[in-house]
């Protein structure tokens, strides 16, 4: 069951047939997951073994947690290694996924991306997809760069179309952040890890490769308020990972990372953002945590940057 460290983006499946997506890399202990998927004989979704499942929202998830399952109740759910009954890997699936699925095959085709470099998370992973389920195209390391610069070079080339006005419209809908729809497109715009193939919406997802994991145990600093900061990014190389994370030059704050999906990949090296979230303490060192909740209330990333280098443009 541990031939491979457990990592970002993999899924278990407990001795209950709960299915649960890994968050993190600190799994050293107990695994760190969200729940997503409950058996339950009137739900939406079945796998190929004929057993019917349910989807759980985040805060769902949390509160079934704390009912059937409190001994595996923290900052994530906490899953023991000997309740876990499957482990599932997206670089493992992928060809299982790919012979039942002719989109993700010809995503996978179309991108001829290194063996064991990519593969599908989410519901594909777990057999439970629907036709228009969004694909979670899962790429590592480095080859991840490449996917987008790939992204760029087939919409360019009309090989893959380019994200409709009504699918950009329906994903900031679905983010509902904390900036200006105007900011919020010209932020997702320049990421190119979004994509459309068909009708179905797709995203490139960022995990690092094994030889990179660096597992350092997450746990709450000393809460020191919500702040305001302007500061030039030093380091944006884990900008994609889950949390996003940014090295800045700033008097107080060293760090600013990112819980919410939405500000993922928001500035570049060089770059000066702007960045609303909640201050913390770890070890003498502040950093500014945002996606403190599950839609980051009042708390955001944007890159002054990119938006007085569009209205100088414009």
């Known amino acids: 069951m541990r031939e491979k460290p457990l990592r970002l983006r993999d899924f278990i499946e407990d001795d209950e047939r709960r299915l649960y997506a890994v968050s993190g890399y600190d799994n050293t202990e107990r695994v760190g997951c969200i729940l997503r998927y409950i058996p339950d004989r009137s739900g939406s979704r079945e796998n190929q073994e004929g057993i019917r499942y349910r989807k759980l929202e985040f805060e769902e998830a949390y509160t079934y947690i704390a009912r059937e399952k409190p001994e595996y109740a923290d900052l994530v759910q906490r ?7 499957k482990v599932l890997k997206p670089e493992g699936e992928i ?15 179309l991108f001829n991306l290194p063996v064991r470099t990519y593969g599908c998370t989410g519901s594909y992973l777990c057999g ?37 006005e009504e699918m950009w419209d329906l994903i900031f809908r679905k983010r509902n952040p904390e900036i200006s729809a ?6 997702e715009k320049r990421k190119w890890n979004r994509g459309q193939i068909d009708s179905v919406y797709f995203d490139i997802l960022y995990t690092r490769p094994y030889t990179s994991l660096n597992p350092i145990p997450w746990k709450k600093g000393i809460p020191c308020g919500k702040k305001t900061i302007e500061a030039t990014v030093t380091d944006a190389s884990l900008s994609f990972d889950n949390p996003a994370v940014y090295h800045v030059d700033h008097p107080d704050i060293t760090k600013v990372l990112s819980f919410s999906h939405t500000y993922s990949g928001q500035a570049l090296e060089g770059e000066v953002i702007e960045a609303r979230g909640v201050c913390e303490n770890h070890s003498g060192k502040e950093w500014l945590i945002v996606g403190t909740t599950r839609d980051a209330r009042g708390e955001y990333i944007k890159s002054i940057s990119l938006i007085e280098g569009a209205d100088g443009n414009s």
């Open 128 to 164: 439970l997809e629907s036709d228009q389920s969004d694909i979670d195209f899962v790429v590592y390391g480095r080859t991840f760069i490449h996917a987008r610069d790939l992204l760029r070079y087939f919409v360019t080339r009309g090989e893959i179309s380019p994200i409709s």
């Open 182 to 187: 105007d900011e919020f497109f010209l932020h």
């Open 95 to 109: 060809e299982n996924i790919i012979k039942r699925n002719i989109l993700v095959k010809r995503l996978v085709t």
């Open 79 to 85: 899953v023991p290694y000997s309740d876990i009954r």
